[in-house]
């Protein structure tokens, strides 16, 4: 660190001891935290990742196709990884048309351009079934945004419970578990019982008509009896990777 930069960290440092200056007005003068960029429909974060550990994401619902563009366009050239949720498969043509090195998953309606940096910590995603496979997917890419390992144990859900058992030693490595189900959303609450490691549930809307499109699942794992079990919104893969990279970046 140069003398100067020395200098007015123990300036900052003492101005905050004394209570004339809060702990963000110091990192804003670090540089840190910096203004938003504005675009004219947009304020972008590009600080983000040094205040909360993932970067600024996308969430491609109710955007435009030239708004998407745009805003990868400023992400990207910060060199910053770039993550839309929720894209059209109409939307996306249009994107991979700008940004042809972008990927796109249809099935997860996950579009962008992933860190090829070391990745840390292991975040597995476990799901009860084939149809949670979306959820579970937008959760494995924003979980590779921010920097984490992720992988996918697909269809172990209760009906065969054989088949999550068998999975045990997997389990018992990751770092945190995320479990998406839907139905009765009982998976979570097994899971956290045979586990140490966080434990994230999400209900899907996966299920039939008393499933009440995932609040049935929703209300079951609020309700889990296995402590500590933490719930997302339905369907929100995303939260639920972010919240697990928040657990890893404390390790």
């Known amino acids: 660190m140069k003398k100067k930069s020395k200098i007015k960290l123990s300036k900052l440092v003492e101005k905050i001891e004394k209570g004339h200056m809060d702990p963000l007005m110091a990192l804003h003068e670090l540089g840190a935290i910096h203004s938003p960029e504005k675009l004219d429909f947009a304020k972008l974060d590009h600080a983000r990742k040094n205040r909360c550990g993932f970067p600024e994401f996308i969430y491609g619902e109710g955007k435009t196709s030239e708004q998407i563009i745009r805003i990868i366009h400023e992400i990207t050239k910060r060199r910053h990884p770039a993550l839309a949720t929720r894209i059209s498969p109409e939307a996306a043509k249009a994107i991979l048309e700008e940004h042809p090195e972008a990927f796109f998953d249809e099935k997860a309606r996950v579009l962008g351009l992933l860190p090829k940096r070391r990745l840390h910590g292991k975040i597995l995603i476990v799901t009860a079934g084939t149809v949670d496979l979306p959820v579970a997917l937008e959760a494995k890419y924003t979980a590779i945004a921010c920097?984490?390992?992720?992988?996918i144990v697909t269809d172990v859900g209760v009906a065969g419970i054989h088949r999550l058992l068998s999975r045990l030693k997997i389990l018992h490595g990751a770092?945190?578990?995320i479990v998406v189900a839907g139905m009765e959303g009982a998976l979570p609450s097994v899971v956290a019982g045979l586990v140490s490691c966080p434990v994230i549930a999400v209900p899907t809307s996966a299920g039939y008509g008393a499933s009440l499109h995932g609040l049935t699942a929703m209300f079951?794992?609020?309700?889990?009896?296995?402590n500590g079990v933490l719930v997302t919104n339905i369907n929100?893969?995303?939260?639920a990777a972010c919240a697990a990279?928040?657990?890893l970046n404390k390790k």
């Open 220 to 226: 079951a794992m609020l309700n889990s009896c296995a």
């Open 245 to 247: 990279a928040r657990i």
């Open 175 to 177: 770092d945190v578990l």
């Open 147 to 151: 920097g984490c390992n992720a992988e």
């Open 236 to 239: 929100n893969g995303f939260g």
